[in-house]
């Protein structure tokens, strides 16, 4: 039997130590037995059948696509309908990737695209129609009614997506094949309150980047805020103490008419500068909705309580008040040149506000939508309608395991690849100023909510909400009542859509 390598060495080195032994006995004690033959034959067998160390094996760690299994779908063609807000702030095509362009955003699309195709022998592509309403709808709409199967699944504003999903457009995607719907690449508070009666229409994976774009959150300007000598709010979001009485009580003194002209305009300083729309926000960020899913999984109209009632009442004493806040909507202020001027010292907007101000030249931070009060567990930051998209799968497809494999596919590596692009580079390295406002950020995008009231626009509400920071009565009981009927037929719409089955 051959023996191991390194078998002989050891036998060596035991036959030394016991003549070693051996001589130093015999100086002391001429005397002194020879070794005993026997223990010597042990120490030689145990040496020829030594077994050395056996090294690990290496192991190549699992793909990331190996979870869906195998799968060879011949180099068809899977495509992608991209839709969104028509102008430059919006107007982004998370699919298609140039191999030619460096910027780290493209170059993650344009690597997860790859290992897609190659994993799965698919060709991606897409097709752009940028802007909500009419004509993409149409051309969609058109499209499913001539059986056409142009597209596989498709990305449009959240409205627009409502509209077309009472009228039968959609698959639910609680029934399609290879889709991880439990997993991080898809955003399980969309999942959450998106879910009627068991179906979902619609809902955000990692590659809808332009509902993260969307989601509410406030800016601060540092340097204003060290100006006035108050302290960073940072820490009080992470004790839980960041309410909207904190953002009005930093406010407080900071509006200054600085041209003496006796009115406020844009060339002051402002405590807050906001979208009007922000009032739906500050609503969700109080934990309620406009409409809600309750336990019997129908979806019912929750805008009339008291809670809602004490959030408006808090959010309009600073954001209804000219003296404090600039509404640049009405106003025809410039909401960049308001802030990035150092005329506010707070911005409520939207994420993808953030890169606008990278090239600012004071420092800013950001913060996620306060809470009601203190006592509230949780932060919560709503993802606006109109400038959110949601994915959805037209109803025509033929293929659904090779629809809903794809389209996982696609989320997965989106939340390897692109999601820290986005995150990590885009929006923490590029353009937040600090580390804290990565903390904020995680805090964001962990908490955030989608308001079926607004995404269905249940009984044009959210309109009447807006009016309220005009100066419109805030009157909550009364504004819902005013459009009660209306809203009651459409909640009973969409609930009677959900009942059927589609």
Same mark, same amino acid.
């Not at 698919?122 to 199967?149: H, P, R, W, Y």
């Not at 332009?210 to 340097?223: C, D, G, M, R, V």
């Given at each position: 039997?051959?023996?191991?390598?390194?078998?002989?060495?050891?036998? !060596?080195?035991?036959?030394?130590?016991? %003549?070693?032994?051996?001589?130093?006995? !015999?100086?002391?004690?001429?005397?002194? $037995?020879?070794? $005993?033959?026997?223990?010597?034959?042990?120490?030689?067998?145990?040496?020829? =059948?030594?077994?050395?160390?056996?090294?690990?094996?290496?192991?190549?760690?699992?793909?990331? &696509?190996?979870?869906?299994?195998?799968?060879?779908?011949?180099?068809?063609?899977?495509?992608?309908?991209?839709?969104? *807000?028509?102008?430059?702030?919006?107007?982004? =095509?998370?699919? $298609?990737?140039?191999?030619?362009?460096?910027?780290?955003?493209?170059?993650?699309?344009?690597?997860?695209?790859?290992?897609?195709?190659?994993?799965?022998?698919?060709?991606?592509?897409?097709?752009?129609?940028?802007?909500?309403?009419?004509?993409?709808?149409?051309? &969609?709409?058109?499209?499913?009614? @001539?059986?056409?199967?142009?597209?596989?699944?498709?990305?449009?504003?959240?409205?627009?997506?409502?509209?077309?999903?009472?009228?039968?457009?959609?698959?639910?995607?609680?029934? %399609?094949?290879?889709?991880? %719907?439990?997993?991080?690449?898809?955003?399980?508070?969309?999942?959450?309150? *998106?879910?009627?009666?068991?179906?979902?229409?619609? +809902?955000?994976?990692?590659?809808?980047?332009?509902?993260?774009?969307?989601?509410?959150?406030?800016?601060?300007?540092?340097?204003? @805020? +060290? /100006?006035?000598?108050?302290?960073?709010?940072?820490?009080?979001?992470?004790?839980?103490?960041?309410?909207? $009485?904190?953002?009005?009580? *930093? *406010?407080?003194?900071?509006?200054?008419?600085?041209?003496?002209?006796?009115?406020?305009? /844009?060339?002051?300083?402002?405590?807050? !500068?906001?979208?009007?729309?922000?009032?739906?926000?500050?609503?969700?960020?109080g934990l309620e909705y406009c409409a809600q899913v309750g336990e019997d999984g129908l979806l019912a109209l929750t805008l009339d309580t008291e809670r809602v009632q004490d959030i408006v009442d808090k959010f309009i004493s600073f954001a209804a008040d000219p003296a404090i806040t600039a509404d640049y909507i009405f106003k025809g202020y410039s909401s960049y040149d308001l802030f990035a001027g150092n005329h506010a010292l707070f911005y409520m907007q939207e994420i993808n506000r953030i890169t606008a101000f990278r090239d600012m030249e004071s420092d800013f931070g950001v913060l996620p939508m306060p809470k009601f009060n203190e006592e509230q567990p949780v932060y919560r930051s709503c993802v606006a309608e109109n400038d959110g998209v949601l994915l959805s799968v037209p109803i025509v497809i033929s293929d659904a395991e090779f629809t809903g494999i794809v389209l996982d596919a696609l989320a997965c590596l989106s939340e390897r690849y692109v999601m820290p692009a986005y995150y990590e580079i885009t929006l923490q390295r590029k353009a937040a100023r600090d580390e804290e406002s990565g903390q904020m950020l995680d805090i964001i995008f962990s908490t955030r909510a989608y308001d079926l009231g607004w995404i269905y626009q249940v009984g044009a509400l959210k309109n009447s909400m807006k009016d309220i920071v005009q100066g419109a009565s805030p009157n909550i009981s009364a504004l819902v009542q005013k459009r009660k009927s209306i809203a009651g037929r459409m909640i009973n719409t969409v609930n009677e859509f959900y009942e059927n089955g589609n």
């Amino acid at each position: 039997m051959k023996q191991p390598m390194n078998a002989p060495r050891v036998l !060596c080195l035991l036959l030394a130590a016991v %003549l070693v032994l051996s001589s130093v006995s !015999c100086a002391k004690n001429d005397t002194a $037995d020879a070794p $005993d033959p026997n223990t010597v034959a042990v120490a030689q067998s145990d040496a020829q =059948n030594a077994v050395p160390d056996a090294e690990p094996a290496e192991t190549e760690p699992p793909k990331p &696509l190996a979870y869906l299994g195998e799968h060879d779908f011949e180099g068809r063609t899977y495509t992608v309908l991209v839709s969104g *807000m028509d102008n430059s702030e919006w107007r982004q =095509n998370n699919i $298609d990737a140039d191999a030619e362009n460096p910027e780290i955003i493209n170059s993650s699309r344009f690597n997860r695209n790859i290992e897609v195709e190659d994993t799965l022998n698919v060709t991606l592509a897409s097709i752009e129609q940028f802007g909500n309403g009419g004509i993409v709808m149409g051309e &969609l709409k058109a499209a499913v009614k @001539a059986d056409d199967e142009i597209y596989n699944s498709v990305q449009l504003c959240c409205t627009d997506v409502a509209k077309i999903t009472l009228e039968g457009y959609f698959v639910d995607l609680m029934t %399609l094949p290879g889709l991880s %719907l439990s997993e991080p690449w898809w955003d399980a508070r969309s999942v959450e309150d *998106m879910t009627i009666r068991g179906q979902l229409y619609h +809902a955000v994976n990692a590659v809808c980047i332009a509902s993260y774009n969307a989601t509410f959150a406030i800016l601060f300007n540092k340097e204003l @805020a +060290a /100006d006035y000598q108050l302290e960073s709010p940072y820490q009080d979001v992470l004790d839980g103490k960041w309410t909207y $009485d904190a953002l009005s009580g *930093m *406010m407080t003194g900071v509006s200054t008419d600085l041209d003496g002209n006796g009115k406020m305009d /844009d060339h002051d300083l402002f405590g807050l !500068c906001l979208w009007v729309d922000a009032i739906t926000g500050a609503v969700n960020s109080g934990l309620e909705y406009c409409a809600q899913v309750g336990e019997d999984g129908l979806l019912a109209l929750t805008l009339d309580t008291e809670r809602v009632q004490d959030i408006v009442d808090k959010f309009i004493s600073f954001a209804a008040d000219p003296a404090i806040t600039a509404d640049y909507i009405f106003k025809g202020y410039s909401s960049y040149d308001l802030f990035a001027g150092n005329h506010a010292l707070f911005y409520m907007q939207e994420i993808n506000r953030i890169t606008a101000f990278r090239d600012m030249e004071s420092d800013f931070g950001v913060l996620p939508m306060p809470k009601f009060n203190e006592e509230q567990p949780v932060y919560r930051s709503c993802v606006a309608e109109n400038d959110g998209v949601l994915l959805s799968v037209p109803i025509v497809i033929s293929d659904a395991e090779f629809t809903g494999i794809v389209l996982d596919a696609l989320a997965c590596l989106s939340e390897r690849y692109v999601m820290p692009a986005y995150y990590e580079i885009t929006l923490q390295r590029k353009a937040a100023r600090d580390e804290e406002s990565g903390q904020m950020l995680d805090i964001i995008f962990s908490t955030r909510a989608y308001d079926l009231g607004w995404i269905y626009q249940v009984g044009a509400l959210k309109n009447s909400m807006k009016d309220i920071v005009q100066g419109a009565s805030p009157n909550i009981s009364a504004l819902v009542q005013k459009r009660k009927s209306i809203a009651g037929r459409m909640i009973n719409t969409v609930n009677e859509f959900y009942e059927n089955g589609n």
